[in-house]
């Protein structure tokens, strides 16, 4: 079954701590993964995606697909971080289907 | 710009009502898709559909139906609402990019509150 799972559903860190939100995936085959970030009041939208391996806002994420993880880290969190993140898998052929985890709030205090 | 719109930011029914959630995409996406979003569970889907009247079930699309007569615009229908259905309900539209993978695009979100 294909499945994404983000264990934590709130995060909690200072201003200038290093951050990792999770994600691990379930799926028999190469999927795409990819974050996405809703601000407070702003709709969802696209943070990166594996296949581009772009920093976007200081944060990354690698595909392990022998741990079949795609955890999303920034060195230095900042409080205009502070959002719900979802990791998402799209599976080849699936023509843009996504599988969202349920989201961890990330929360970057002062 | 991508730009997906809703009709409703907010919107308040009474059950079994019948209610219309419209969704507009102005960038000629095949794609749409209807999810909704409830706290601790993310983001479920509903419904898609990957053209002109063409629909396929997502994850729970018990209690809804949907309509998509023009490229651009893709309804969800609530039959008849019950209070269950009380959600953030999003819109969102795709094609592939230059790199094969596909984007979604999100609208707002509408609000609804089923008493």
Redesign the interface.
């Known amino acids: 079954a294909q499945r994404v799972t983000?264990p934590e559903?709130l995060l909690s860190v200072f201003k200038g701590a290093p951050v990792e939100l999770k994600c691990n995936y379930s799926y028999s085959g190469s999927p795409?993964l990819?974050w996405?970030v809703q601000y407070s009041r702003q709709?969802?939208?696209?943070l990166l995606?594996h296949?581009?391996r772009e920093s976007i806002k200081g944060f990354t994420a690698d595909l392990n697909k022998g741990e079949t993880s795609f955890h999303l880290k920034k060195p230095f969190a900042q409080e205009e971080d502070s959002a719900m993140y979802?990791c998402a898998l799209?599976g080849r052929g699936s023509?843009?289907?996504?599988i969202?985890?349920?989201?961890t709030k990330l929360s970057v205090k002062p | 710009d991508v730009k997906v719109t809703q009709s409703s930011r907010y919107l308040v029914k009474r059950t079994g009502e019948k209610v219309f959630l419209e969704c507009v995409q102005d960038m000629d996406h095949e794609n749409m898709f209807w999810y909704r979003q409830d706290p601790g569970l993310g983001l479920r889907l509903i419904y898609f559909s990957y053209d002109v009247k063409m629909k396929e079930k997502g994850d729970i699309p018990e209690g809804y139906s949907v309509s998509r007569e023009k490229k651009e615009r893709f309804s969800l229908i609530l039959e008849s609402a019950s209070t269950n259905q009380t959600s953030m309900y999003l819109c969102a539209s795709s094609s592939p990019g230059t790199s094969g993978t596909y984007e979604q695009f999100f609208g707002p979100g509408t609000r609804l509150t089923v008493l």
């Open positions: 983000q559903k795409e990819f996405y709709r969802l939208q696209l995606r296949i581009s979802y799209s023509q843009g289907n996504l969202f985890g349920k989201g």
